[in-house]
């Protein structure tokens, strides 16, 4: 017996699209959601390669220094999040459509789409947004303690707060998958199968997807964006202070240059490049998470009218699809910071694409 449930776990599963959405105002849509889908597919096979070498460049340089754990646990996170996109990405596409005719198969897209990709999306999203703050305070510390910062932030600390960031992240959507049950049917009217999707307590939603669709939409975009804000905007102060400084004093500087110590300068080079790393990094994924995080928050308040079952559905696929772009520019983008910055990153970088030379 087929059941018609519909999905109210929210965010993303209620920006797309539904199987049923052959009227022409959402008809005209299907071309923009198409050509979103391919590029989203495109940025994230960049973003795979990006992410997977910054993996690699980092594990050839060691974990020495706390920072270079963060950037790998950052990219691994930033490689699930472009992963879970290109597959939500990919349940919108002609490709997508054209397995569905072939096999013969009904599915209510926007349910199987939201189990597959937005709820995993939306996990590790979460997560590197976290992970984003966890830098961005690390580099505070290394600023505001930078005598003592080497016994409060150890590698064990870090290890334990990463492992902690990608428990928390991931745990609310573990949760909205519980009492989730699938299912098997024949449709005879069209000759085709159909994939049930349901939940077995027989309810539209279940308290778990409710916690999970409020700690995503409020608590955990709040709290992110809140602690990379601040954290940015001290660090760039800072920078600017230091950079008025050097100008002040250059002359000053010049002259007894041969008698300041050679590591020293070295040192504090290095700790202004790391920081520009993090506020790059930083600046980017506030400009990329905001309006996906504004689209929660709008979605959860004003979920009637406006879903993509509401009378502002054109407006709901939209933003939902640049929204999800955004995030997925954000997952791609930080091997190039770290290429500009990372003076190590470069020659490890260089010396695995030519090792013969």
Known sequence: MKQNVHNGSGLEADLVISESTSLNPMGQLLVVIS????????????????????????????????INISYVALAVSDLCCILSSMVAGFCYSPAMQALLTHFRLQVDLAKFTNFIGFWPQFAFSR????????????????VLFPTRVRLIITRKVTKIVITAIFFIGCCPAVLAYVEIETGWSFDPNTNTTVLLMFYSSGSDRNIFNGIATMLYSVVYSLLSWIMVTTCTIFLIIRLRQSAKWRSANASAVSGADRNFPNIQRKVNMRENRITKTVVMIACVFIACSLPKSVQSLVVLIWRHE??????????????AGFAMLL???????????????GAKFRSALKQMFFHKS
């Open 127 to 142: 997560t590197t947004a976290f992970l984003t703050a966890w830098i961005s305070l690390e580099r505070c510390l290394c």
């Open 306 to 319: 406006y879903s993509a079952y509401g009378s502002l559905r054109s407006l709901v696929v939209l933003n």
């Open 35 to 66: 050509a979103l889908s391919w590029t989203m597919l495109a940025t994230g096979t960049i973003g795979i390669i990006g992410n997977i070498l910054t993996v690699l460049v980092y594990v050839k340089l060691g974990f020495a220094e706390t």
């Open 327 to 341: 995030g997925e520019i954000n997952s791609s983008t930080n091997i190039i910071f770290y290429i500009i910055t």
